[in-house]
């Protein structure tokens, strides 16, 4: 499924299009650097809200274009308004959304990446024990899983 920033898309008989073809994809209206909303599309029509699964529990977090966050040396932890950075960010490259991540205090702890053509490509999880990376290729087929033990350094 195509994800692209709204601006990219033309309304042509009351039907979205983008790249001169009917949108069938996800939209992201943003203002600023804040997503204010996402909806889906069928065949150009907006058919409304647009929740992805695993945003479920977490909708009343900011979600925000990847570009807005700051760091020294563009590591962890990430700030938004000079704040430790805890919501969705949204990656996009040129029109297309590229990665969905979600922070908390700063620290990346899920994501998704595609395709240009919209395939799942990356699915990272990171929690408290564990490292988890799953990988495809762009025919859908499992490329790798990668899984790495967090060592803990005690002082």
């Not at 274009?65 to 932890?77: Q, T, V």
């Not at 922070?103 to 994501?111: D, L, R």
């Not at 595609?114 to 395939?119: A, D, I, P």
Request: glycine share 6%; proline share 1%; charged share 25%.
């Amino acid at each position: 499924m195509l994800r692209v920033i709204a601006s990219a898309l033309k309304l042509e008989n009351n039907r979205y299009l983008y790249q001169e073809t009917l949108f069938n994809g996800i939209a992201f209206y943003m203002v600023g650097d804040v997503v204010d909303r996402v909806c889906q599309f069928v065949d150009g029509v907006n058919k409304g809200d647009y929740v992805f699964e695993c945003l479920a529990q977490k909708q009343s977090l900011i979600a925000i274009d990847a570009d807005a966050l700051e760091s020294e040396y563009e590591i962890e932890p990430f700030l938004f308004r000079e704040k430790l950075f805890s919501g969705i960010a949204y990656d996009f490259d040129r029109d297309r959304c590229v990665e969905i991540a979600l922070y908390q205090e700063g620290f990346k702890y899920y994501s998704e990446s595609w395709y240009y053509s919209g395939e799942l490509g990356v699915l990272t999880v990171d929690d408290s024990s564990l490292y988890q990376d799953f990988l495809w290729y762009l025919n859908g087929n499992y490329q790798q899983i990668h899984l790495q033990e967090k060592k803990l350094l005690l002082l």
